[in-house]
C-alpha cells in the first residue's frame, strides 16, 4: 500500500514520491531542450505558465516533499532553461531575483524548493474543518 497513487499524486511518502519527481525533472528537462527552438520570449512566457509550478503545484499541495533531493533538481533545470532563454550566466543573487514574482518586477519563474512548505501547509490548513469534522 506504500507505492500506491491517487489521481497522478503518491499518497505516501518513499520511492513511489522519488518517482513521480524524478518524472517530473525528466519532463521539464525534455522541455527546456524544446524551448530552445522558439523565440525567447515565447520561450519564457511558456516556461513561467506551463513547465514551471503549474505542472507540479497539484505534488506540492497533497504531500510533504520539502526534503526530497528532486526539488533541488528540478530547480537546476529552470534555472538552466532561463540561463538558456536568456543568453546569460545567472549568478546566485540574480537566480533569487529571477525566481521572485512578476510583482516584485521579476521574471516569476518560482523555485519549487522554496513553494514546497508553504503548498503543504496551505493545504494541510485549508482542510483541517474537514478533518475535525470526520474525528
Given at each position: 500500500?506504500?507505492?500506491?497513487?491517487l489521481l497522478?499524486?503518491?499518497?505516501?511518502?518513499?520511492?513511489v514520491?522519488?518517482?513521480?519527481w524524478s518524472?517530473h525533472?525528466?519532463?521539464?528537462a525534455r522541455?527546456?531542450?524544446?524551448?530552445?527552438?522558439?523565440?525567447?520570449?515565447d520561450?519564457?512566457?511558456l516556461?513561467?505558465a506551463s513547465f514551471?509550478?503549474?505542472?507540479?503545484?497539484?505534488l506540492?499541495?497533497?504531500l510533504q516533499?520539502?526534503?526530497?533531493a528532486?526539488?533541488q533538481t528540478?530547480?537546476?533545470h529552470l534555472?538552466?532553461?532561463v540561463?538558456?532563454?536568456t543568453n546569460s550566466?545567472l549568478t546566485?543573487?540574480?537566480w533569487?531575483?529571477?525566481?521572485?514574482?512578476?510583482k516584485h518586477?521579476?521574471?516569476g519563474?518560482?523555485?519549487v524548493s522554496?513553494?514546497?512548505?508553504?503548498?503543504f501547509?496551505?493545504s494541510a490548513?485549508?482542510?483541517?474543518?474537514?478533518?475535525?469534522?470526520?474525528?
Amino acid at each position: 500500500m506504500p507505492d500506491a497513487e491517487l489521481l497522478g499524486t503518491p499518497l505516501f511518502p518513499g520511492t513511489v514520491l522519488d518517482t513521480v519527481w524524478s518524472h517530473h525533472c525528466y519532463e521539464l528537462a525534455r522541455a527546456v531542450d524544446r524551448l530552445a527552438s522558439i523565440s525567447s520570449q515565447d520561450a519564457l512566457i511558456l516556461l513561467r505558465a506551463s513547465f514551471n509550478v503549474p505542472r507540479v503545484q497539484h505534488l506540492l499541495h497533497c504531500l510533504q516533499s520539502a526534503n526530497n533531493a528532486a526539488l533541488q533538481t528540478f530547480d537546476k533545470h529552470l534555472r538552466g532553461a532561463v540561463t538558456s532563454i536568456t543568453n546569460s550566466d545567472l549568478t546566485d543573487i540574480q537566480w533569487m531575483q529571477a525566481s521572485m514574482p512578476i510583482k516584485h518586477g521579476s521574471l516569476g519563474i518560482r523555485q519549487v524548493s522554496s513553494l514546497a512548505n508553504p503548498a503543504f501547509l496551505a493545504s494541510a490548513a485549508s482542510t483541517l474543518s474537514m478533518i475535525k469534522f470526520w474525528h
